[in-house]
Every structure is written in structure tokens, then in C-alpha cells.
């Protein structure tokens, strides 16, 4: 699991990481910051007001 800094043209930073899940955030090149959880085989993607939301949504878990 992980980011292949190679094959990208923006920066990314790895929010947390375990054995089996990665969170982590990317800078596009138009200035978004993305977001995304990497589950096992899956991945989800969220735009910076979804994340937001999630992070609240985790809290009240």
C-alpha cells in the first residue's frame, strides 16, 4: 500500500498510516486538496468539504 510519488505532478502528505489502511492528502495542480482512505483494496476520494464532513462524522462515531 502507498503513494507512488513517481508517477504524479503534485504533492502529497500521508495523514495517518496502519498495517492495513492509509489516509492521506494530495495538492493538485489547480489548488484543491483532496483526500483520500485507502482500505484494503479499496480507496475512497473526497474533496476538502466532504472530508470535513467525514472527520465530523468519525467524531460522533
Do not use: C
Amino acid at each position: 500500500m502507498g503513494i507512488d510519488k513517481e508517477d504524479q505532478d503534485f504533492e502529497t502528505e500521508v495523514i495517518a498510516e496502519t498495517e492495513n489502511f492509509l489516509a492521506w492528502r494530495a495538492d493538485e495542480p489547480d489548488g484543491e486538496s483532496t483526500y483520500h482512505l485507502e482500505l484494503n483494496n479499496l480507496t475512497v476520494h473526497f474533496f476538502a468539504e466532504e472530508w470535513e464532513e467525514f472527520l465530523k462524522l468519525i467524531g460522533m462515531i
